[in-house]
């Protein structure tokens, strides 16, 4: 980590909510639309609560962090889900040196 | 291409930020107005104007764009500004009170929350310009919005002017009278100091030093919840892994800061200044610098052991701090400013807390009397005590002290007073009832001590 900012494109999406089916099928439908690609998936329920970390490439995206932000949270908060969308600077820097 | 993160971390930093309240305090953009002085008042007023709107024109947008793009609020925009008793000197105070005025103006048109620098330097006499200043405060404070003022009245290196300490507890006192209908709030954005930092983000006293370059960006970070989760989740921990514990959090907290301060210096065009490591509470529960001592085992913060307890903490979050940003600075350490803290409100209430206590803990952590209201009917010699015995524990300790207290007209120890946002809302404490005033009216200036002489 040289501490740059806003080199990297990456961002970190994290979604948690009452578990159903096609949670990770609206988030990468929402992706592909907007050419972001998805480097990692991490997910899991606990206790019927879905948990899920997903770390995505926005350099060929015809979308910001902030606007893909945006967009996730609102249609997230529509069907009851908490979605977070921020750029990876933000945990580099908290959990690396 | 390397994923390094562990879904851990990631959820810790969600935690901190939805849970714990973590937040960056506030971006503040340090403008020098040294260019804008000049002989005739409305040309001043025009260039202070048109200056402070074009350089902080994207200030509020930026750090919208910012908080969004890495999922923290940063809570407030501010610019803080060259001392206005140096651009406005030849003006008299009405002169002072049009910059203040204009100054107004600008905040409000670029969007901003608080605007500082409406101050004076005078640890070691007056210029016409800061007599000006001093007597236009009132005024300014209660005919703007977002204009904030501080003075420092002593330094370790000069002493203290117990001349500007009078007359700041005479503007202390009218400021509150003439926005009585509004428990007094100009005196909430009025601050005195000692040994004043001249990069502080923080309000009441955020003002651009002459030192500083033509614009710079500082940022203030926040975390009292942060730290005070971590201390709750570990009661059994000793003193030495209590202070390693917080020492941890308030790294994380700080690179946080470091990294929205070089983000917005990139995108604003200014230099990077430096992180202010300060734990600064708000009214939201949770958030509060008392429930971290409290946590640490105490019944109450004020009860015997507090300052002790405030001292580690205050300690423990700069080491963290320290090591997170490439330049540390402002005031830097834990606030305990009272009607903003709910903790602290509390503990007034159940008796724990007292005005004495307060002074003890700013011995031992950043700043020192904060936003605390005190009965209305209290003398201006009174508050200058209370400025002066701070000023004193500054100037000894090497160290910035300042009193922010609100008189609250018309009202008596155990009302309570209502600012409301983030300045929040106290019961009035009591004030020691004798009077200092034969002390206080000696005039001149108390000699600077014997540490200051280390050349």
Same mark, same amino acid.
């Given at each position: 980590m040289d501490g740059q900012t806003g080199k990297s494109q990456r961002a970190i999406i994290s979604v948690f909510g009452r578990d159903r089916i096609g949670i990770i099928a609206w988030v990468s439908g929402r992706l592909q639309e907007y050419s972001i690609n998805i480097l990692d998936i991490n997910q899991t329920i606990l206790q019927g609560f879905f948990t899920m970390i997903m770390i995505v490439d926005l350099s060929p995206a015809s979308i910001e962090v902030a606007e893909l932000a945006k967009v996730l949270e609102q249609e997230g908060q529509e069907s009851g889900l908490q979605v977070n969308v921020q750029h990876e600077d933000i945990f580099n820097f908290m959990h690396r040196i | 291409m390397k994923i390094t993160l562990a879904p851990q971390e990631i959820l810790q930093t969600l935690d901190m930020i939805r849970q714990e309240n973590l937040d960056i305090r506030t971006i503040t953009l340090g403008i020098s107005?040294? /260019?804008?002085?000049? /002989? /005739?008042i409305a040309t001043v007023e025009r260039k202070v104007y048109d200056k402070v709107t074009h350089k902080a024109a994207n200030l509020v947008q930026t750090g919208e764009r910012l908080a969004a793009r890495y999922g923290i609020p940063i809570v407030n925009k501010r610019v803080s500004v060259t001392p206005v008793a140096l651009i406005g000197s030849g003006f008299n105070r009405d002169g002072m009170v049009r910059l203040a005025k204009a100054l107004d103006r600008a905040a409000a048109a670029v969007g901003v929350n608080f605007l500082g620098g409406f101050s004076a330097l005078v640890q070691k006499g007056f210029s016409r310009g800061d007599e000006a200043l001093i007597e236009a405060i009132p005024e300014a404070l209660a005919e703007t919005l977002y204009v904030c003022s501080s003075v420092n009245v =002593?330094?370790?290196?000069?002493?203290?002017n117990m001349d500007a300490v009078l007359k700041m507890g005479e503007a202390v006192l009218e400021s509150a009278r003439r926005t009585a209908a509004q428990d007094g709030l100009a005196a909430a954005k009025l601050v005195v100091f000692c040994n004043a930092p001249e990069d502080n983000p923080f309000m009441a006293g955020a003002f651009h030093g002459v030192g500083e370059p033509e614009s710079v960006i500082n940022v203030g970070v926040s975390g009292p919840g942060v730290v005070a989760s971590v201390v709750k989740e570990n009661p059994a921990a000793d003193f030495g892994e209590l202070a390693s514990l917080i020492k941890r959090m308030a790294f994380k907290i700080t690179r946080v800061g470091e990294l929205i301060g070089r983000a917005a210096s990139e995108e604003l065009g200014a230099p990077f200044g430096i992180v202010d490591l300060s734990l600064a509470p708000t009214p939201s529960i949770g958030d509060s610098v008392a429930e971290i001592l409290e946590n640490? =085992?105490?019944?109450?913060? =004020?009860?015997?052991?507090t300052t002790a307890a405030l001292a580690l903490l205050n300690d423990a979050v700069k080491k963290g701090g320290a090591m997170a940003s490439s330049h540390v600075g402002g005031l830097s350490g834990a606030f305990i400013p009272v009607s903003e803290d709910a903790g602290m409100v509390k503990a007034v209430e159940a008796g724990a807390l007292s005005l004495s206590k307060l002074e003890a803990m700013t011995c031992v952590c950043s700043v020192g009397l904060d936003m605390i209201a005190i009965p209305g009917d209290v003398t201006a010699e009174t508050i200058a005590a209370i400025i002066a015995d701070e000023a004193a524990i500054g100037m000894i300790n090497k160290k910035t002290t300042a009193v922010r207290v609100i008189p609250a007209i018309g009202k008596q120890a155990g009302d309570r007073v209502e600012f409301g946002g983030l300045l929040g809302g106290a019961p009035v404490i009591s004030v020691n009832p004798f009077a200092a005033d034969r002390f206080i009216r000696r005039g001149g200036r108390i000699p600077a001590p014997i540490t200051s002489l280390s050349n």
């Open positions: - | 107005l040294l /260019d804008c002085r000049g /002989d /005739d =002593g330094s370790t290196k000069a002493g203290i640490m =085992g105490l019944e109450r913060c =004020g009860a015997h052991g």
